[in-house]
């Protein structure tokens, strides 16, 4: 059974940091990622990374700030938050998939999310 755990999310002010994690269990996956939705919003591509390659991609509204990052072994995908802003505050969804893209459809599995709040 596939399952993927996030973890990592809570409360922090501007301009900090927080670091947050996704460990998959039940198989390996060519990408892996994260989205992120805010209240009234729809879910939003924050970046992904893939097995083998160097494939990343980053959203717009990320670049320069996050930094996504694997651990092969422990099956495990990470994502650094810096320079944190009240607009990233949402929920953060970790996603599986088989191909680099930005689309939520290019990916099959998801985890549960965990919550961002970023206070001003």
């Known amino acids: 059974q596939v399952q993927l755990v996030e973890s990592g999310g809570g409360l922090v002010q501007a301009g900090g940091s927080l670091r947050l994690s996704c460990a998959a269990s039940?198989?390996?996956?060519?990408?892996m990622g994260w989205f992120r939705q805010a209240p009234g919003k729809e879910r939003e591509f924050v970046a992904a990374?893939?097995?083998?390659?160097?494939?990343?991609e980053y959203g717009d509204s990320v670049k320069g700030r996050f930094i996504i990052s694997r651990d092969i072994i422990e099956n495990t995908v990470y994502l650094q938050m810096n320079s944190l802003k009240p607009e990233d505050t949402a929920v953060y969804y970790c996603?599986?998939?088989?191909?680099?893209?930005?689309?939520?459809?290019?990916?099959?599995?998801w985890g549960q999310g965990t919550q961002v709040t970023v206070s001003s």
């Open positions: 996603a599986a998939g088989g191909t680099l893209v930005r689309l939520l459809t290019g990916y099959d599995y």
């Open positions: 990374k893939t097995w083998t390659g160097g494939g990343i």
């Open positions: 039940g198989r390996t996956f060519y990408t």
